[in-house]
Every structure is written in structure tokens, then in C-alpha cells.
């Protein structure tokens, strides 16, 4: 799913925010759209809008990713297919400035490590994500405003 931006979603000089999921269950990828809508859309700089599209597997967010790279791409460890870890290795060759978070269930310190060095710039648990994850988003996000 390639992540064009709603008509109208541009003002002069301030580009959608664009964020990609890859989450292959289909609820959990709703509700963490609607939850970045919830915390993020309403504290959007001045101007700016937020789309958010989601994808199931990992080939399609390399698909994505390589048609229009987003600002941020929220992904799960657990995908059908090659893994978010492997994904995120590939997404470093296709778009190395797009901050990749990994999401997941698999919250431990060699899951974490094995992120590290695929070059995630961030890793939120599942359980914490309602607190963590808006937070971790909007901190990468300010990370690429300053820079």
C-alpha cells in the first residue's frame, strides 16, 4: 500500500506527516492508527496534517517504503514471511534516513540487540504502547524537524 496524501492534506510548504505500520493483525494495526490519530494528529506542528496507512507483510512495506518513504514506519517482529528485523535491515538500503520502531510483543534484551543492529531507532513493547509509542513518534519526528 503506497501512501499517497489525502487531497487536501498539504498546505503551502508543510507536507503531510506521513507514518507507515506493518502489523499483520489486521485489529492491532487499526488500533494503533487510531491511536496515533488520537495523540498525534491533534499535537501535529502548526500546518501539518498526519496520514497513516498500515501494511501486513514485510514485502509490502519494502513496496511502500520504495515508492514513497514515510517519516516513520512502526513495525512488528512477528510477520508472515521475513521478519520486521530482517525488514528494517532492507529498509536501510532502500530509505537509511527513515526511522524504523519496532513494536512488538518480543520484548527482550537479544530481540532488542538484534534491533539495534538492524539500525531501529527505537523499540516499544506492545504492552506500553498507548504511552510509549506516541511518545517514541513524536520524539523522532522532532529529531528530523531540528535536523
Do not use: W
Amino acid at each position: 500500500m503506497t501512501m499517497p496524501p489525502p487531497e487536501g492534506s498539504e498546505s503551502a510548504g508543510s507536507p503531510a506527516i506521513r507514518i507507515l505500520i506493518v502489523e499483520d493483525h489486521v485489529p492491532t494495526g487499526q488500533a494503533i492508527a487510531a491511536l496515533l490519530h488520537g495523540a498525534l494528529g491533534r499535537c501535529a506542528p502548526a500546518g501539518r496534517t498526519m496520514t497513516v496507512a498500515t501494511v501486513r507483510d514485510a514485502e509490502s512495506a519494502l513496496e511502500a517504503v520504495s515508492a514513497a518513504p514515510p517519516d516513520v514506519i512502526v513495525m512488528d517482529i512477528s510477520l508472515p514471511g521475513m521478519n520486521g528485523i530482517e525488514a528494517t535491515r532492507r529498509l536501510r538500503d532502500i530509505a537509511p534516513a527513515v526511522p524504523v520502531i519496532i513494536h512488538s510483543r518480543s520484548d527482550t534484551d537479544v530481540y532488542r540487540a538484534m534491533a539495534a543492529e538492524a539500525g531501529v531507532r527505537a523499540f516499544v513493547s506492545k504492552q506500553d504502547t498507548a504511552n510509549a509509542l506516541p511518545v517514541s513518534i513524536r520524539s523522532l519526528l522532532d529529531e528530523a524537524d531540528a535536523g
